[in-house]
Nanobody, 121 residues
Framework: QVQLVESGGGLVQAGGSLRLSCAAPGSIFSINAMAWYRQTPGKQRELVAVIRSGGSTNYADSVKGRATISRDTAKNTVYLQMNSLKAEDTAVYYC???????????????WGQGTQVTVSS
């Protein structure tokens, strides 16, 4: 089992910024795509941003221009920088990673435990 450890959530005022981090353990062979999702009560989890092993990225329309996803391959860590935060960004944010545990092995998707982001208006 791979544990993804998230950090960086909290309470922030509208218009402010925060950076979320998600680290995977070092004892894995490779990580392909890493992504951030978010979920509010009663709604489906939605993709916020994804970054692939080659560095390409995609963003939800709702965060384009305000969010930047990046990764530190050496640290198996993905980051989400969000600026100009809005009340509607309030959610639990989850990271995931598509992980290959060993060379030639299958790929599995693992999730973090979630971190709460609350934007006060």
């Amino acid at each position: 089992q791979v544990q993804l450890v998230e950090s960086g959530g909290g309470l922030v005022q509208a218009g402010g910024s925060l950076r979320l981090s998600c680290a995977a353990p070092g004892s894995i062979f490779s990580i392909n795509a890493m992504a951030w999702y978010r979920q509010t009560p009663g709604k489906q989890r939605e993709l916020v941003a994804v970054i692939r092993s080659g560095g390409s990225t995609n963003y939800a329309d709702s965060v384009k221009g305000r969010a930047t996803i990046s990764r530190d391959t050496a640290k198996n860590t993905v980051y989400l920088q969000m600026n100009s935060l809005k009340a509607e960004d309030t959610a639990v944010y989850y990271c995931n990673a598509d992980v290959q545990l060993r060379r030639g092995g299958p790929q599995y998707r693992y999730w973090g435990q979630g971190t709460q982001v609350t934007v006060s208006s």
